[in-house]
């Protein structure tokens, strides 16, 4: 019997900043990279500055897997670019929070409804698509898709009634 393969694990999350091109903007943050080993800092750690952009290595993160949605992982995978989509929403202290990361691109586009909320999709890591992939194969299973077949429609549905059947009967 195999070992069962984890449904979470703990990531690294690097974000940019750069100043706004507008004096009234605020910083621009945008999500750049999942780490799958994370370096031993502390989160807000600026690892470098160059043109006036700064990466910061903006902490950690969780990324669950879900058995129910592993047809969605393989949407992931069939795409040009596997990737994860990684939700960061900034703060007025200048730094921000990772709100989630997820490699489910239905929630990664979901993720993108929250206003405010900078969500970008990732490179996926090699170990990390290895690790999605063991689950796919642990936990899929294929589902029939099943059309719905509609009722038919009732022609006297929205028929005029007559004088009889008004409220209060004749008069």
Known sequence: MTAAVPDRIEVGVLVTRR????????DVWRPEAVLI????????????????VEL???????????PGETGHYRDNFTSDRPSLWVAFRPSMDG???VVGVT????????????????VEPVPMPAAIKEWIEAFFAANHV????????RDKANP??????GPSDRRGGDR
């Open 95 to 97: 730094r921000g929070e």
């Open 156 to 161: 006297e549905a929205f028929g005029r009634k």
């Open 103 to 118: 490699a489910d691109p239905y929630e990664g586009e979901a993720m993108a409804d929250s206003i405010g909320d900078a």
């Open 37 to 52: 080993e994370p370096p031993p800092l502390p989160a807000w750690t600026k690892l470098r500055e160059a043109e006036g």
């Open 19 to 26: 100043r706004s091109a507008s004096e009234w903007g605020g």
């Open 56 to 66: 910061h290595f903006a902490g950690l993160a969780e990324l669950v897997l879900f």
């Open 142 to 149: 294929e589902r029939e898709f099943f059309k719905r077949r």
